[in-house]
């Protein structure tokens, strides 16, 4: 249910970089800008943290850096409080994840860092903020998130079409052509297989009129467990009814009916909905707690 927010965070930054060549970055004084709980934060940190908003395309400036640095010190601080800590090999692989997003090497990332006069170690707090952040919601937030059955219900039956109401019992008719190769041809014989279709009883034996046919015992599936199209397809079907060949990476494929019934199973739509809503929901709650953590902290600003 969960994406990990350090991979976010690593997305954010991969689809943001900047190749931009400037001078090496003046140094600054460690004069205090904010303090969370009695924990500062520097200059130093807002000046580093606005050049990685430049390389990322962000124009935030100095007052949203140094809200993004008082939330990241809220965030170590809860995680620190219910005994979480976040290895260095937690950071490096967080760390080479975004350089994977923007496909070049560690080594590069780095050069890109300091040609924008930022440092290694602004990403990296980052980093190890989001990680740390990540672990608070899983501990903390996702055992309070929970979504009602009847709610759930109620969305499916509104989501669910009237192709995604029947049961079927299913044979699978394959034409082989591994990964594709032939499958005109094989086609072609798929087509001839579905005109002379007489039911699922005969469709052994109708295949052994063709080479390297074969007929599998899909078994039971309901239409949401079938790609929309063929439940489309299906749906319009009778028992014994089979489908237009489609081309597979096994070969050429086609689906015959050999039992049809009216099953408003919507198990499917619902576990989908329940995804969904499960991430909406682990997001508003995770976002209501860090709020609720900064509401209570000891924040000043300079």
């Given at each position: 249910m969960l ?9 954010a930054i991969?689809?943001?970089l900047?190749?931009l ?11 205090v800008?904010?303090t969370?709980?009695g ?5 130093n ?10 390389l990322?395309?962000n124009?935030?400036g100095t ?6 640095l ?8 809860e995680?620190r ?19 994977r997003?923007?496909r070049v090497?560690?080594e590069v ?11 290694v170690?602004t990403?990296?707090d ?14 903390a ?5 929970q979504?009602?059955?009847l709610?759930?219900?109620q969305?499916?039956a509104?989501r669910?079409?009237a192709?995604?109401?029947f049961?079927?019992?299913l044979k699978e008719?394959?034409?082989?052509a591994?990964g594709g190769?032939?499958a005109?041809?094989?086609t072609?014989?798929?087509n001839?297989?579905r005109?002379?279709?007489a ?13 390297d046919?074969?007929?599998?015992d899909?078994?039971?599936?309901h239409?949401?467990q079938?790609?929309d ?5 299906l749906a319009?079907?009778?028992v014994?009814?089979?489908t237009r ?5 096994r070969g050429?494929?086609m ?6 019934a009216?099953?408003?199973d919507l198990?499917?739509i619902?576990?989908?909905i329940?995804r969904?809503?499960?991430q909406?929901a682990m997001k508003?709650?995770a976002?209501e707690y860090l ?12």
């Amino acid at each position: 249910m969960l994406n990990g927010i350090w991979k976010r965070t690593c997305a954010a930054i991969g689809t943001g970089l900047l190749l931009l060549a400037v001078g090496a970055a003046p140094s600054f004084a460690q004069a205090v800008r904010a303090t969370v709980n009695g924990e500062a934060i520097t200059d130093n940190q807002v000046a580093q943290r606005v050049r990685l908003f430049t390389l990322e395309g962000n124009r935030g400036g100095t007052s949203a850096a140094i809200d993004q640095l008082i939330d990241e010190a809220i965030m170590i601080q809860e995680a620190r409080r219910l005994g979480i800590t976040v290895s260095a090999s937690q950071i490096d692989t967080a760390y080479l994840q975004v350089a994977r997003n923007i496909r070049v090497s560690k080594e590069v990332l780095d050069q890109m860092l300091q040609r924008q006069g930022t440092s290694v170690q602004t990403l990296r707090d980052r980093l190890e903020a989001s990680i740390a952040w990540n672990s608070v919601v899983e501990q903390a937030v996702v055992p309070q998130v929970q979504i009602s059955d009847l709610e759930l219900d109620q969305q499916a039956a509104t989501r669910a079409t009237a192709s995604e109401s029947f049961d079927y019992i299913l044979k699978e008719i394959i034409f082989i052509a591994p990964g594709g190769q032939g499958a005109s041809g094989r086609t072609g014989q798929a087509n001839s297989y579905r005109s002379a279709f007489a039911g699922c009883d005969s469709a052994v034996e109708l295949s052994l009129n063709y080479t390297d046919a074969a007929v599998v015992d899909v078994g039971r599936r309901h239409a949401t467990q079938l790609p929309d199209a063929v439940a489309q397809e299906l749906a319009g079907m009778n028992v014994g009814g089979i489908t237009r060949p489609r081309v597979t990476d096994r070969g050429v494929s086609m689906l015959a009916i050999c039992e049809k019934a009216q099953a408003n199973d919507l198990t499917f739509i619902k576990n989908e909905i329940r995804r969904e809503a499960g991430q909406d929901a682990m997001k508003g709650a995770a976002d209501e707690y860090l709020a609720n953590l900064r509401s209570q902290a000891r924040i000043t600003r300079n």
